[in-house]
């Protein structure tokens, strides 16, 4: 274990969407479908969980199948922040890996949305002491949840926020890399590892 | 759409149907035959080969490896009814692969086919054999890729490695392959190796004529040749990209007779034309004192470096990374795409001359002070855009795009193996056509 004595937040300061309708829901994380998913991206426009988003009564236009509820900075949080971290029992938001303030969505949610432009979400995240090893990997289970969860137009970038972390160019060019994305989830330790982190996602 | 209206209507990109089926998951890569109307694409574990007559799956390649494959290409020079691939997968094997026509194959073969197959269906579905498995590098085989003689196959990966395999077989249907080299210069994951076409490359002074391009995640280039010990070796490292480089594809048929430039994409969003600077007096070059280097080390054969410039880089169309672009041997044209969901068509101008490239190029090197202090390299003014469009296979991320010839039905038969289109691999599983227009 690298950090035995992470500083750790309690469940109830996290930032959540107060009085706000139910967030999005996740895809149930344990059985053998969902496992593949993470690992195979399915072409569906529809893929979970923004089936199950409730369509805006007053909707016009949603005969495409795609006009839902803009995906906010806090959307965003709450799809990672129940990762658990790889070494201890707790999750990336009561570690303070990921945070709102953190979360960058390009362009603005509150634009007009066109299911074919394209949408950056951009995640810098501070690893809890600066040579965690494990960097890679949180990152790597952050861009593996968000592709997984997202509708097709949103491209997932996942950095280590600056000054955290000493090899931070590293880690940013490899979580930045499809090809070695693709490559590691074919791994199954590695996937072993991932499977572990998003279990506790609901 | 009538011709006579030209000059001045704007390139366009049209889709036509995709070809069937859709392969629902991500797919890496599609590679026409040199010669035949064929099109293989590398997904999920396996190759789907499409004839570009029907748009639809010829034959698959599966069951040869146990991740996905990344790359393929296919064997030059054979017979027409003589098909092989090399597959590379990220289960760091590489696979030898042969096709035979049955209705043309030798009696021998036909026994044998008739002994192993069964029934017609079943032997349909045997079409493709895995011959020979190369096996070496340590972790994901990342691009693969048959010399323009079919004598050599490379492969690279993550393991920083260049592996260069030799056929010793006795004849075209022997498949034995013995490693010749091993380049180990690259200091991250080899992306990609690309031979150069066999025009305009002829043994230059001490190389064999084969000249293999790599690219890496270190953001360099490197060009290597055969010596004349049979030695493979880096006469030139290419520096100037900013990221990850991609890809690399040669001038497939360069209108002088110069040696053929090299294109390069990367994660920095730029593509750039490289030109090697050639020696007057080249081939009557002195052979070096020590009569042909024999047993003088790989660092002492400073002379025989080459210089390689970038004379071009192409006008920026691009927001993500650029994971493919492809040069026309018909048009010259280039077309590029990437993680943006963008198709990029580039032209360059009829007039570029050696003189311009120069100028280029000492604008690239810092030679001459930059306009208006500008700290980055002006685009160069003899590539234009031709054309963007956006979305070409929707939201999704697209992987690869070659120039490729019609043969299909929408295509006039008089034009048909001679009209080019260009066609995209994507993530979403689709392989798509574009008609240009």
Same mark, same amino acid.
């Given at each position: 274990?690298?950090?035995?004595?992470?500083?750790?937040? &309690?469940?109830?300061?996290?930032?959540?969407?107060?009085?706000?309708?139910?967030?999005?829901?996740?895809?149930?994380?344990?059985?053998?479908?969902?496992?593949?998913?993470?690992?195979?991206?399915?072409?569906?426009?529809?893929?979970?969980?923004?089936? *199950?988003?409730?369509?805006? %009564?007053?909707?016009?236009? &949603?005969? /495409?199948?795609?006009?839902?509820? !803009?995906?906010?900075?806090?959307?965003?949080?709450?799809?990672?922040? +129940?990762?658990?971290?790889?070494?201890?029992?707790? %999750?990336?938001?009561?570690?303070?890996?990921?945070?709102?303030? $953190?979360?960058?969505?390009?362009?603005?949610?509150?634009?007009?949305? $066109?299911?074919?432009?394209?949408?950056?979400?951009?995640?810098?995240? +501070?690893?809890?002491?600066?040579?965690?090893?494990?960097?890679?990997?949180?990152?790597?289970?952050?861009?593996?949840?968000?592709?997984?969860?997202?509708?097709?137009?949103?491209?997932?970038?996942?950095?280590?926020?600056?000054?955290?972390?000493?090899?931070?160019?590293?880690?940013?060019?490899?979580?930045?890399?499809?090809?070695?994305?693709?490559?590691?989830?074919?791994?199954? +330790?590695?996937?072993?590892?991932?499977?572990?982190?998003?279990?506790?996602?609901? | 759409?009538?011709?006579?209206?030209?000059?001045? @209507?704007?390139?366009?990109?049209?889709?036509?149907?995709?070809?069937?089926?859709?392969?629902?998951?991500?797919?890496?890569?599609?590679?026409?035959?040199?010669?035949?109307?064929?099109?293989?694409?590398?997904?999920?574990?396996?190759?789907?080969?499409? %004839?570009?007559?029907?748009?639809?799956?010829?034959?698959?390649?599966?069951?040869?490896?146990?991740?996905?494959?990344?790359?393929?290409?296919?064997?030059?020079?054979?017979?027409?009814?003589?098909?092989?691939?090399?597959?590379?997968?990220?289960?760091?094997?590489?696979?030898?692969?042969?096709?035979? /026509?049955?209705?043309?194959?030798?009696?021998?073969?036909?026994?044998?086919?008739?002994?192993?197959?069964? @029934?017609?269906? /079943?032997?349909?579905?045997?079409?493709?054999?895995?011959?020979?498995?190369?096996?070496?590098?340590?972790?994901?085989?990342?691009?693969?890729?048959?010399?323009?003689?079919?004598?050599?196959?490379?492969?690279?990966?993550?393991?920083?490695?260049?592996?260069?395999?030799?056929?010793?077989?006795?004849?075209?249907?022997? #498949?034995?392959?013995?490693?010749?080299?091993?380049?180990? *210069?690259?200091?991250?994951?080899?992306?990609?190796?690309?031979?150069?076409?066999?025009?305009?490359?002829?043994?230059?002074?001490r190389? %064999?004529?084969?000249?293999?391009? +790599?690219?890496?995640?270190? #953001?360099?280039?490197?060009?290597?040749?055969?010596d004349e010990d049979g030695e493979?070796v880096?006469? =030139?490292?290419?520096?100037?990209?900013?990221?990850?480089?991609?890809? @690399?594809?040669?001038?497939?048929?360069?209108?002088? $007779?110069?040696?053929?430039?090299?294109?390069?994409?990367?994660?920095?969003?730029?593509?750039?034309?490289?030109?090697?600077?050639?020696?007057?007096?080249?081939?009557?070059?002195?052979r070096h004192a020590f009569g042909g280097l024999r047993g003088i080390p790989n660092t002492m054969r400073?002379s025989l470096?080459?210089?390689?410039?970038?004379?071009?880089?192409?006008?920026?169309?691009?927001?993500?990374?650029?994971?493919?672009?492809?040069?026309?041997?018909?048009?010259?044209?280039?077309?590029?795409?990437?993680?943006?969901?963008?198709?990029?068509?580039?032209?360059?101008?009829?007039?570029?001359?050696?003189?311009?490239?120069?100028?280029?190029?000492?604008?690239?090197?810092?030679?001459?002070?930059?306009?208006?202090?500008?700290?980055?390299?002006?685009?160069?003014?003899?590539?234009?855009?031709? &054309?963007?469009? !956006?979305? =070409?296979?929707?939201?999704?991320?697209?992987?690869?795009?070659?120039?490729?010839?019609?043969?299909? @039905?929408?295509?006039?038969?008089?034009?048909?193996?001679?009209?080019?289109?260009?066609?995209?691999?994507?993530?979403?599983?689709?392989?798509?056509?574009?008609?240009?227009?």
């Amino acid at each position: 274990m690298e950090n035995a004595n992470p500083t750790i937040l &309690s469940v109830s300061e996290l930032p959540t969407r107060q009085n706000k309708k139910k967030a999005a829901t996740a895809p149930p994380g344990k059985d053998a479908e969902s496992d593949l998913d993470i690992v195979l991206r399915r072409p569906e426009y529809l893929s979970a969980p923004f089936c *199950e988003v409730p369509w805006a %009564s007053d909707d016009t236009d &949603s005969d /495409d199948g795609f006009t839902i509820e !803009p995906i906010d900075e806090q959307e965003i949080y709450d799809l990672i922040s +129940t990762i658990s971290d790889p070494e201890h029992p707790l %999750s990336l938001g009561q570690l303070a890996v990921v945070n709102l303030p $953190d979360i960058h969505i390009t362009p603005s949610p509150s634009a007009p949305a $066109d299911p074919n432009t394209l949408t950056q979400v951009l995640v810098k995240i +501070t690893p809890t002491i600066t040579h965690c090893s494990l960097a890679t990997v949180i990152g790597l289970g952050i861009r593996v949840r968000l592709e997984q969860a997202l509708p097709p137009n949103y491209r997932v970038d996942v950095m280590i926020k600056e000054g955290t972390h000493s090899q931070d160019d590293q880690v940013n060019k490899q979580l930045a890399d499809k090809e070695r994305v693709a490559a590691a989830l074919e791994n199954a +330790t590695l996937k072993g590892v991932l499977d572990k982190m998003l279990e506790t996602c609901v | 759409m009538a011709s006579h209206e030209e000059p001045a @209507a704007p390139l366009k990109l049209m889709p036509l149907t995709p070809f069937k089926p859709d392969l629902y998951e991500r797919a890496w890569q599609s590679i026409p035959h040199p010669t035949l109307p064929l099109l293989a694409t590398a997904h999920q574990k396996s190759v789907t080969v499409f %004839s570009l007559s029907t748009l639809s799956a010829h034959s698959s390649l599966t069951n040869g490896h146990e991740r996905s494959v990344r790359s393929t290409s296919w064997r030059p020079n054979l017979p027409p009814h003589k098909l092989s691939l090399i597959t590379g997968s990220f289960d760091s094997s590489a696979g030898i692969w042969r096709w035979e /026509d049955e209705g043309q194959g030798d009696s021998g073969n036909d026994l044998e086919v008739e002994m192993t197959g069964g @029934a017609k269906e /079943d032997a349909e579905e045997k079409d493709w054999e895995l011959i020979v498995v190369l096996e070496g590098q340590k972790s994901e085989i990342k691009s693969v890729a048959f010399s323009p003689s079919g004598q050599y196959v490379a492969t690279c990966g993550r393991d920083k490695t260049v592996w260069i395999w030799e056929d010793v077989g006795a004849s075209d249907d022997d #498949d034995e392959w013995e490693t010749v080299a091993v380049l180990e *210069e690259h200091e991250g994951d080899v992306k990609c190796v690309t031979w150069c076409p066999d025009t305009n490359r002829s043994g230059r002074g001490r190389y %064999s004529s084969d000249v293999l391009a +790599t690219t890496s995640y270190d #953001d360099t280039v490197r060009i290597y040749r055969e010596d004349e010990d049979g030695e493979w070796v880096c006469v =030139a490292v290419l520096e100037g990209h900013k990221g990850t480089v991609w890809g @690399a594809a040669w001038e497939p048929n360069p209108k002088t $007779d110069h040696f053929p430039r090299l294109l390069t994409w990367s994660a920095d969003r730029t593509i750039r034309v490289w030109t090697l600077k050639e020696e007057d007096d080249e081939v009557e070059a002195p052979r070096h004192a020590f009569g042909g280097l024999r047993g003088i080390p790989n660092t002492m054969r400073r002379s025989l470096r080459e210089e390689w410039r970038c004379t071009a880089i192409l006008p920026a169309a691009h927001t993500r990374d650029i994971y493919s672009a492809t040069w026309s041997a018909e048009t010259g044209r280039v077309a590029s795409t990437g993680s943006d969901s963008i198709i990029a068509v580039y032209e360059e101008d009829a007039k570029g001359t050696a003189t311009t490239e120069d100028e280029a190029a000492a604008e690239l090197d810092g030679d001459v002070p930059m306009r208006n202090g500008d700290t980055k390299p002006a685009a160069s003014k003899q590539w234009k855009l031709l &054309s963007t469009t !956006p979305n =070409a296979h929707g939201p999704y991320e697209v992987n690869h795009v070659t120039w490729c010839k019609r043969y299909d @039905a929408g295509c006039a038969p008089e034009k048909r193996g001679v009209e080019e289109m260009l066609v995209t691999t994507g993530d979403d599983g689709f392989v798509r056509p574009w008609q240009i227009s």
